[in-house]
């Protein structure tokens, strides 16, 4: 038994999790009957549907070796780690930081380490983006649109 | 309908829209939509619920004309961000992305941009003349539509989404149904009670599109972006040269019919309450798919694929006024702001505005088609500038992106959760993009499921558990008959042709 | 000794934060209106209306922040835990301060310990209507309607645990019938169900319902407020109707977290009591369909704890509960 196709086997079974994970989750709601349906009916059925249809493609995907050039084993880009990991710390960092130390330290350190996940990172360069984009935003956000967000941790 | 009436009413209203100060509204309600429309995040609701102070002192037609202008503007704002950076301002644009994008990164997002203002300016036109023609009877179509009919249409929507697949059509079935369980996610309408919120509260009201669409398409495009082989200092988001800003005779040629087909689907769905733009635009761009000579050519750059939708979810917008002025029925947040507005000013949103203020009523059907008309003035020589800011290098571009995207998702709620929430969308997203998943289904489903769960159960309930409800009444088994021919039509020719697609997935996306 | 050492030391506090608040100092910056509710719905048009007002009052601008989500529990939650220096305040409502406590189980606040009551502004009352279809032009005969088809006849609400819907629940149980509610999403919804007769009655917030009143579409039956409505005054009260003592209607006010200085509360007060009570912002709100109510802190308190019995009542009676 060998896998041919990864994408189909991977996004199978990662169906196949999410709809074990909603079944279980909707068990927690009452299930009513067909005519009466509770809360829990639909999420129920939809999790089943989900997990049947994520096996089967699973299942395709280590049967099907009549398509030979389909099996390509994650050649293309590799998987993207270090993009995933800044632009997530970024966002952490700004949705921890906009109502507690402000909107302009947050941004700053959205900007920094967002532009870090880049490939090239020139400091000064970096520094300068983030100025001009932290003065644009305040300029957009604060005093166009008025969004009620402190500046600063003083507020 | 006596026609000499409607010309003369028409003309009451062009006299009333076109005065100076009239015109002046509206074109800062259409600049402002437009620039709002941009920011990611920040819809129309947001737009329309900032500037309603401001019409406060306005007469009552200035009002309206403005709030209006900044409804369609931001449609029309959402939809130059999903070509430009992959960016769904509305789930109506949604669509949008996977052919505008692509077009973007041809070079191509002058003509892409430009199809989009002109298809969205002929479904303004017709959606402009429908609502003043057939207002009132439309309206009681509308009327009809109770939950077993809204059931129905879910259906068969949902059912036309999935001939969107460019690969393997049961991955894009499981996309749906991830939507449909994504879309679960806070109160249930029926019993009050909070569903896969895992216990925050900052759930309990759902998911905002926004976060969903910043997360999947936003979010997972950069993260793909920056993990390309060929990323250098200096590249773009281009992967060819810019050709030309404007459509060529062909690209006319070939976006016509969808225009014409996108208008009138989006002014069918468009008078419905409830997920009409989305509905519409992912229709319409199903049908261009099954029509064309060469489905393979969706996805990567089709020009018919940014036209056809972008008239019908703009058609849908136009036709979302029928039942707002006719019944004094609010569509969604937007128009009930709207409606707000004429309250405060005094007037009473119902079927009486017509004829106790015929002025307001036909000034705003005449200044919805100036709206337009400014629309395509505006933005037409915008496209170059939208253009030149694909040239800007990469690395400068994707934290700009970042910013605006985290600033536009904190602020629909003022939450931290949704910027969390975000990431994880993000992640997802990119999975999904390795997977070879495409999100789009996903977001029609999230759109839709809260709705078909609701109306499903609300039928059953109303009916008392009589399942038969949905095929005694008629429009109700229309709508089942046609999911039932559209299965049928999607599995003959991929039974038959099953092989080669296999094959011709592996390349798409 | 330690009493008194308290009391002192209360004493200088309050003292010095009267002094810090009689002077120039309040407010010394943009005040935030936490409105709990999305932009557009009817809270909000009233808290957008009162703000600018108040804002020119009190010579800083009213921001409204809307921080919809959890039928209003959540953006209510935030304005009990804000800094009580009277730059935060909300706007509490028959939802946020009495039903949603009484009908969530999972609420985080308590509406009459968290919060300083300042005053209610105004209040909207609710009107039963019926789809034209329906054989009945009173409550009385809507009542026996219902009777004579017992479990046939549905009737809409705003949602589940929705003033809409506790309304139609009190009126079931003071008739003893038994319209099945039907819960949609939203007051607008819910008006379109009734208009296209997909539901018979609903007992709806007016300005939802009247201008389809006003229009024929759905024929109103009764007002739910003790006094009929200036808007509709051919239409009795439920109360008239034979149900003495049924009172519904939607109140909304305005609160700050508990702990704000005194001062500030009174000068809120005399403010927003002159706000209400103009001839012009009483128009505006007639436009609404609200009308002017203003009361004093103790009133406002009293009221709710009032309310938060009445309500509980149904709510258990009805069973509901949310989470």
Partial sequence: MRIKNFEDFWSGMMFLAIGVLAIWESANYPFGTASRMGPGYFPTCLGGIMAVLGSIVALKAIESSSVA????????SPFAWKALTMLSLGFLLFGWGVDRIGFIPSLFALTVITAAAGSTFNIKEVLIMSVLLIAGSVGIFIYGVELPIPLFWWR | MDFTLILQNLGLGFSTALSLVNLAYCFLGVLVGTLIGVLPGI?????????????????????????SGIYYGTQYGGSTTAILVNLPGESSSVITCIDGYAMARAGRAGPALAIAAIGSFFAGTVGTILVALLGPPLAEIALKFGAPEYFSLMVMALIAASVLSSGSMMKTICMIVLGLLVGIVGTDVNSGMSRFTFGMSGLADGIHFAVIAMGLFGF????????DKADTAERTVLNQKITGLMPTYEDMKAASGAIFRGTAIGAFFGTLPGGGPTISAFSAYALEKKLAKDPSRFGKGAIEGVAAPESANNAAVQCAFITTLTLGIPHGATMALILGA???????????????????????????????????????????L??????VPYRFMFPSIMVFMAIGVYSVNNLDLDVYFTILFGVLGYLFLKLNCQPAPLILAFVLGPLMEENLRRALLISRGDPTVFFTRPISAGFLIAAILLLIIMIIPSFKKKREEAVASSEVL | MFMKMRMLVLGLCVGCSSLWAAGVSYPNKPIRLIVAFPPGGSTDIIARLVAQRLGEQLG???IVDNRGGAGGTLGTEIAARAAPDGHTLTMGTTSTHVIAPAAYTTVKYDPLKDFEPITLVASTPYLLVVHPGVKASSVKEFVAVAKSQPGKLNYASAGTGSTTHLAMEMLNAAAGMNVVHVPYGGNGPAGTAVLGGQVQALFGSMPAVLPHAQAARVRPLAVGTDKRSPALPNVPTVAESGYPGFEVSLWLGFFAPKGTAKPILARLEKELTAIANSPEMGALFEKNGASPLTTTPNELTQLMGRELQKYGKVIKAAGIQLK
């Fill in chain 3, 60 to 62: 800083q601008q009213v």
């Fill in chain 2, 220 to 227: 997972a495009e950069i993260a793909s972006n920056l993990s």
């Fill in chain 2, 43 to 67: 819809g129309p609701v947001a737009a329309v619920a900032m500037l309603l102070p401001l019409t406060f002192n306005l007469d009552p037609v200035g009002a309206i004309i403005m709030l």
């Fill in chain 2, 386 to 391: 939208w253009v030149k800011l694909l040239k």
């Fill in chain 1, 69 to 76: 050039e389909h099996a390509k084993p994650a050649e293309g």
């Fill in chain 2, 342 to 384: 004429l309250t405060i000013q005094g007037i009473a949103p119902g079927p009486q505005v017509m004829t106790q203020r015929p002025d307001l009523f036909w000034g705003l059907i005449a200044s919805m088609w100036i709206g337009n008309a400014m629309l395509v003035v505006l933005n037409l020589p915008l496209v170059g």
